[in-house]
């Protein structure tokens, strides 16, 4: 994670003015900024989350589809993947591939993050992460 994680380490507060120039139409690129500043708010508490996970390398999550590697390689790859997510500058890519980054679905992610957070549900917190990751790569391919 190299310290301080993927949004402080890009710079914390001045990391929208290191963000590469969106491309495309005046609409596309209006859409897609406002889908940009919602996931870094969004990043902003799985970063946090992260860090409540980093010193627990428990990884209980039996009773779903997914297995314990898989969470372990997910904490590996996330901020790398965020990073490269975050130097797309195609608009359409941010369009198609994450439209569903709306202010109110990342109030409610944010208020579940918190949530798993506060009562220490790190089988929560671990699938969220091994599922983010996997939706962080199909957007990179």
Request: aromatic letters at 8%; charged letters at 35%.
């Amino acid at each position: 994670m190299g310290g301080r994680g993927a949004i402080a380490g890009a710079g914390g507060n001045n990391l929208k003015s290191k963000l590469p120039e969106l491309t495309g139409s005046e609409k596309q690129i209006k859409w897609a900024t406002d889908i940009r500043n919602n996931y870094i708010e969004l990043q902003k508490a799985e970063e946090n989350m992260l860090k409540h996970l980093k010193n627990n390398d428990e990884v209980s999550i039996s009773d779903y589809y997914i297995s314990q590697e898989q969470v372990r390689e997910a904490k590996k790859e996330y901020s790398k993947n965020v990073k490269k997510v975050l130097s797309e500058s195609n608009s359409n890519k941010w369009i198609q591939g994450l439209r569903g980054v709306n202010e109110s679905n990342v109030k409610y992610t944010k208020d579940r993050i918190n949530k798993w957070i506060k009562n220490k549900n790190t089988k929560e917190m671990n699938k969220y992460i091994a599922d983010t990751n996997e939706a962080l790569k199909r957007f990179l391919r």
